[in-house]
């Protein structure tokens, strides 16, 4: 009976005009019948995209086709603001940015207000008009310095909304800080990992002002763990801003506040989060955690030093009891408060 029907000369006829005046996608579209015993004729008629019925389709493509038709209609095309909730659902980067080219094209002589939780979607829609909204808070990326906006607009992947997104966040250099931190908080909250309580733990890098001024406009409760490197009269320069009579309650800069370098190793910097994890355990206890067996301190040291990511798994791992230092911790009780 569907062939039947498919073969009828009206239906040909009004399949070939459809196919020749469709510009929602560049799937053959075709009218067609879904034939349920239950259904009356009337719901019948089925709009078929490469011979697959439109419902069965992937949801990707069924927000493009539909996001298409809206932007076509003709109330919508005398619009002069269109208003757009979330583009990024169900769609892969890819079919995301396709459909950003066709909003781009589509509504270029037109306003178009975009709400997202994307980053990418940020990025390619011009970082200049982002206004991030949270609790109450906004900031309009303009706002910011020059230099911090031309960060954000420069940044891949998620980290432009990430801070904003976030209820909490702590901010680290690396990816080895990162599971480190996430450890100790497992630690202190019976195995939850961070992100579970709306807490953000965040690599930037060295670009931890950018973020934090940010996270100060949007009065976003954030801690930042930082190695002082043997210069703690630099990093308190650097972070002049946040310490002391400057301090804000919602943002701590959390370092170790002794210098712990030593006449030992050459070029070695014993202010990093490796050696402060072997003052807070011993060497027994770490070459438990790391597998290793070591006989002297310093060896361990280098060992760390040249495998930062694999050490920092090893403790990401451990089930039994380790120590952290005391700067990672005030920074855990800062973003709990």
Not at 231 to 241: G, H, P, S, T, V
Not at 249 to 276: F, H, P, V
Not at 311 to 318: E, K, N, Q, Y
């Amino acid at each position: 009976m569907r062939e039947s029907f498919m073969q009828d000369q009206s239906v040909q006829d009004i399949n070939q005009k459809i196919q020749a005046a469709a510009t929602i996608t560049d799937k053959k579209i075709g009218l067609s019948v879904e034939l349920l015993s239950k259904n009356a004729w009337e719901s019948s008629l089925m709009t078929y995209l490469d011979e697959v019925p439109f419902h069965y389709i992937g949801k990707g493509e069924q927000c493009i086709i539909k996001t298409r038709l809206a932007l076509s209609d003709k109330k919508a095309k005398a619009a002069s603001i269109i208003l757009m909730e979330e583009p990024e659902n169900h769609l892969t980067h890819s079919r995301l940015n396709q459909l950003l080219n066709i909003i781009k094209a589509e509504c270029e002589d037109r306003q178009v207000v975009i709400s997202t939780h994307s980053s990418f979607v940020a990025n390619k829609l011009d970082l200049s008009n982002l206004i991030c909204l949270t609790c109450g808070n906004k900031l309009k990326l303009s706002q910011v310095s020059e230099k911090t906006r031309l960060f954000f607009e420069k940044l891949p992947g998620y980290d432009t909304l990430r801070l904003v997104l976030s209820q909490k966040a702590i901010l680290v250099e690396g990816a080895s800080d990162e599971l480190v931190i996430q450890k100790a908080y497992m630690k202190a909250h019976d195995r939850k990992l961070p992100i579970e309580d709306g807490i953000d733990v965040i690599s930037v890098g060295t670009a931890f002002l950018r973020f934090l001024e940010v996270a100060n406009r949007l009065n976003k409760v954030v801690a930042v763990v930082t190695d002082n490197d043997g210069n703690i009269k630099a990093l308190e320069q650097k972070y002049d801003d946040f310490l002391g009579k400057n301090k804000k309650d919602n943002i701590l800069i959390s370092y170790d506040k002794s210098d712990r370098s030593e006449a030992g190793l050459a070029d070695y910097n014993y202010n990093t989060l490796e050696n402060l994890m072997l003052l807070s355990n011993d060497r027994q206890k770490l070459n438990s955690v790391l597998g290793t067996k070591y006989t002297s301190d310093d060896d361990l040291r280098k060992y760390m030093k040249n495998n930062k990511t694999d050490c920092a798994l090893a403790i990401f791992d451990w089930d039994s009891d380790i120590a952290f230092p005391q700067y990672i911790t005030e920074a855990i009780d800062h973003v709990c408060k």
